[in-house]
């Protein structure tokens, strides 16, 4: 169960290429969601929000995917089909294809000049407010999740799959989907979301780090010490290094301040000797993602098929 298998990983990456994440399909996010809602609900009516009551609100919602999971592979082991199961299991995880296609959507109308609706799209895709951002702004927001979301999205899955197989992906996917539900700094879940956040960081502290040394190895690699020091003063242990390793892989500024809620947040600004962003470096931007997932794609089969080695001696 908790093996990895390079051909099931193989076959979830060539499967998020030709599909991407078909809509209305049973989903890893959207059942984590859905439950979420419910646990969160249902904890929530007579107990006052805690800490603790965060870490057993994640536990029910973990425990309950993870026991769904297992049901499962019981039925396809009984049936010979635990490769496919888990391939899709894998799969799901992974979202490389649906991002591109998402910041595509708010790159085509910033192109044609209608801010209107590249703000829109852009609401999709980042937490700040868009309403009034301007054409450089889009594009900073467009690029900046280009940047943190090829870990959580591409890296973050494949290390997980490599190191504990769809067991792991599962995992991985249902605790990221968990932090982007209740992992926020506000009065409703500033501590019943805590755990939520803290777990999710755990499991992205090595991927991160793997994406910003690729895309150093690829676009910048002289700049690494100041790509150190400059995500190391990110609020997250995480977003800062792959948004770094950004800025400096495009020669652009990013960072800097965000409104949430109509309420300012500063940021540290990555690459502060950087230009603007402007519209054509979102392409460039996905260009990099895809070398980037490639890059780890390739790597972390290695890693798959070099384990699966030692397995048969």
Same mark, same amino acid.
């Given at each position: 169960? /908790?093996?990895?298998d390079? #051909?099931e990983i193989l076959?979830?990456?060539?499967l998020d290429?030709l !599909?991407?994440?078909?809509?209305g399909w049973?989903h890893i996010?959207?059942l $984590?969601g859905e439950?979420s809602v =419910?646990?969160?609900?249902v904890? $929530?009516r007579? @107990?006052?929000?805690?800490?603790?009551?965060?870490?057993?609100?994640?536990?029910?919602?973990t425990?309950t995917?993870?026991?769904? &999971?297992?049901i499962a592979?019981?039925?396809c082991?009984?049936?010979?089909?635990? #490769?496919l199961?888990?391939t899709l299991?894998i &799969?799901?995880?992974i979202a490389?294809?649906?991002?591109?296609r998402?910041?595509?959507a708010v790159f085509?109308?910033?192109a044609?000049g209608?801010? !209107?609706e590249?703000?829109?799209r852009?609401? /999709?895709i980042?937490?700040? +407010?868009?309403?009034?951002?301007?054409?450089p702004?889009i594009s =900073?927001a467009?690029?900046?999740?280009v940047a943190e979301?090829l870990?959580?999205?591409?890296?973050? %899955?494949?290390?997980?799959? !490599?190191?504990a197989?769809g067991p792991?992906?599962?995992i991985?996917?249902?605790?990221n989907?968990?932090?982007s539900?209740?992992?926020?700094?506000t009065e409703?879940?500033?501590?019943f979301?805590k755990?939520?956040?803290?777990?999710d +960081?755990?499991l992205?502290?090595? %991927?991160? =780090?793997?994406c910003?040394i690729?895309?150093?190895?690829?676009? #910048?690699a002289r700049? /690494?010490?100041a790509?150190?020091?400059?995500?190391? #003063?990110?609020a997250s242990p995480?977003a800062?290094?792959?948004?770094?390793a950004m800025?400096y892989?495009l020669?652009v500024?990013l960072?800097?301040?965000?409104h949430y809620?109509?309420?300012?947040?500063?940021?540290?600004?990555?690459n502060p000797s950087?230009?603007a $962003?402007?519209t054509?470096?979102?392409?460039?931007?996905?260009?990099r993602?895809w070398? @980037?997932a490639?890059?780890?794609a390739?790597f972390f089969?290695?890693?798959s098929?070099?384990?699966?080695?030692?397995?048969?001696k």
């Open positions: 169960m /908790w093996r990895a390079p #051909s076959a979830a990456i060539v290429l !599909v991407g994440d078909p809509r049973p996010a959207r $984590t439950l =419910r646990y969160e609900g904890l $929530t007579r @107990v006052q929000r805690s800490v603790t009551l965060g870490i057993v609100f994640w536990g029910l919602v425990g995917m993870f026991a769904g &999971y297992t592979y019981w039925f082991a009984r049936l010979g089909a635990t #490769s199961f888990n299991i &799969y799901q995880a490389a294809t649906d991002l591109h998402h910041v595509r085509q109308p910033l044609a209608d801010l !209107v590249a703000r829109s852009l609401a /999709w980042v937490g700040r +407010d868009t309403e009034a951002l301007s054409e702004e =900073r467009a690029i900046e999740s979301s870990t959580d999205a591409i890296v973050a %899955p494949l290390f997980w799959s !490599v190191i197989g792991g992906a599962l991985y996917r249902t605790a989907t968990l932090d539900m209740v992992g926020h700094r409703a879940y500033e501590k979301g755990a939520s956040a803290r777990i +960081d755990l992205n502290w090595a %991927p991160a =780090r793997i910003a690729f895309l150093c190895f690829f676009h #910048s700049r /690494w010490r790509i150190c020091q400059e995500a190391a #003063s990110h995480n800062g290094w792959s948004e770094a800025a892989a020669g500024r960072g800097g301040d965000n809620n109509r309420l300012c947040v500063r940021g540290p600004v990555f950087g230009r $962003t402007c054509m470096d979102i392409p460039r931007s996905l260009t993602m070398r @980037v490639g890059a780890c390739g089969l290695l890693i098929f070099f384990l699966s080695f030692l397995r048969l």
